[in-house]
């Protein structure tokens, strides 16, 4: 294993808990749920044993990505398996860490992990793996189901993601943009993630037979992204000075743009919209994460720039059914916290991650392991006794070294699946049916690109 830096850490800020529901609540909650849900997982046993501490962390407040859904779902999910006894007599103690978009502040969020002997961090999002792997490592803690934003993530063996991170994304919407782009021009963040972000969505592209896309280099915390958009469309032929050809019944004429640059897409497309009002429109496409059924909306819906857009993402769709236990948790338990869309790749990211959680804790006890711990809770990730089900919002999930797929740079990677969607009449919608794998295209990416 690299060594790697560690950062000093300034005073921590104090962790966020979820407290035990009282014994009142407890009992409402738990009628409630046997009379009314009889589509979610499980419930735990009412035998009382150790309560079980992991953490989750997520910027919140910044100028850059925001993803406050992450830790309140989160809280939600803890309130939800502690009213129903916990996970097999466990109650979930909960802590949250605001991650800041700041290395130094990823750093004393897996120190405060550290410190309050969190046996998981699970469901989280940051940019600096660099800064909190390093800590979590040295305690042997498991990181499970991370939303996939930095290249630790699909590096650390300490590292269990739940999807294909921003490579599966990337390679994915260029396959997809393959079937309707001859031109594409890429909009991305100026920073060392945005990096790799060409290569990936060219593996997808020259997989469909299609030229490399033009890079369009962006401030990641822009204002005003006018001069982008130019760059934009000059780069794809149809720049409004050019003339180029208008959408006809939904199809492009060949030239496409597509924009990956978090919070910061909804300003892209502003942009966007403003100087294509009077000039001939081209196709635009997304990641889910970039763009989501709220921006769609606040961009106009079906007038907006959105419409018809090719948007690729991990799961299913927001209004597929497999989604409904995660929704009515979220109605029971997240107490109209505005801070959770359902829709929101990172809100479902940490269901999913907690779902498997639960799952490895079940796994333990089925074993008769009493003292659940991170040592044992690792042990239990790589020997995957059993898959876990995720309710068919990812294939089935195992982190054995027979599971890892073959892709360079990113050698943890279990799950290469993606979905395709598509703006169509202001609603975010499947293009098709079922996950698309994009295994092959990231393997053949070392020599494609």
């Not at 749920?33 to 992991?54: M, N």
């Not at 499970?144 to 599966?168: H, K, R, T």
């Not at 890079?215 to 469309?233: F, H, Q």
Request: proline share 5%; charged share 20%; with cysteine.
């Amino acid at each position: 294993m690299t060594a790697r830096r560690r950062l000093l850490p300034r005073s921590l800020p104090r962790a966020r808990v979820v407290p035990i529901a009282s014994a009142t609540a407890c009992a409402a909650a738990i009628a409630s749920l046997l009379s009314g849900c009889g589509a979610l997982p499980g419930a735990g046993d009412s035998g009382e044993k150790a309560p079980l501490t992991v953490m989750t962390w997520a910027p919140e407040g910044t100028k850059a990505t925001n993803m406050p859904g992450m830790p309140a779902m989160a809280q939600a999910y803890a309130r939800w398996v502690n009213s129903r006894g916990g996970i097999r007599g466990h109650h979930l103690r909960v802590l949250t860490c605001n991650e800041r978009n700041d290395s130094v502040y990823a750093a004393q969020c897996a120190q405060r992990a550290v410190a309050e002997n969190a046996i998981a961090v699970v469901g989280s999002y940051s940019q600096f793996g660099r800064s909190f792997m390093s800590p979590l490592e040295v305690k042997g803690i498991p990181f499970i189901g991370g939303y996939g934003a930095s290249d630790e993530e699909f590096e650390s063996p300490l590292s269990y993601p739940v999807n294909g991170g921003q490579a599966s994304l990337l390679a994915g919407n260029g396959r997809q943009l393959a079937g309707d782009c001859e031109r594409v021009a890429l909009v991305r963040p100026d920073t060392l993630q945005g990096d790799q972000m060409p290569s990936l969505l060219n593996s997808g592209l020259t997989s469909g037979h299609r030229h490399p896309a033009k890079d369009i280099k962006a401030p990641e915390d822009g204002t005003d992204y006018s001069s982008e958009v130019n760059r934009a469309l000059d780069g794809v032929g149809a720049d409004p000075a050019l003339h180029g050809t208008a959408l006809s019944g939904g199809t492009a004429d060949g030239s496409c743009v597509t924009a990956s640059l978090g919070d910061h897409t909804d300003t892209f497309f502003d942009s966007f919209r403003r100087l294509q009002e009077d000039s001939p429109r081209v196709r635009v496409a997304s990641v889910l994460g970039s763009v989501g059924q709220s921006l769609v909306n606040r961009t106009g819906g079906t007038a907006g720039p959105l419409e018809g857009a090719d948007i690729t993402g991990w799961y299913p769709v927001a209004g597929d059914r497999r989604w409904d236990p995660m929704r009515k948790v979220i109605t029971d338990f997240a107490f109209d916290d505005n801070r959770i869309d359902p829709a929101d790749q990172g809100v479902q990211t940490t269901w999913i991650a907690y779902t498997v959680l639960r799952s490895l804790i079940e796994q333990l006890d089925d074993r008769g392991t009493e003292d659940i711990t991170a040592h044992t809770l690792q042990q239990a990730l790589d020997r995957g006794d059993r898959a876990v089900d995720t309710g068919g919002l990812t294939p089935e999930l195992r982190w054995r070294d027979e599971d890892m797929l073959a892709v360079q740079d990113f050698p943890r990677i279990v799950n290469g699946t993606v979905t395709y969607q598509v703006v169509r009449d202001g609603e975010l919608v499947a293009a098709r049916k079922g996950f698309v794998n994009v295994t092959g295209t990231l393997e053949r990416r070392r020599t494609d690109n």
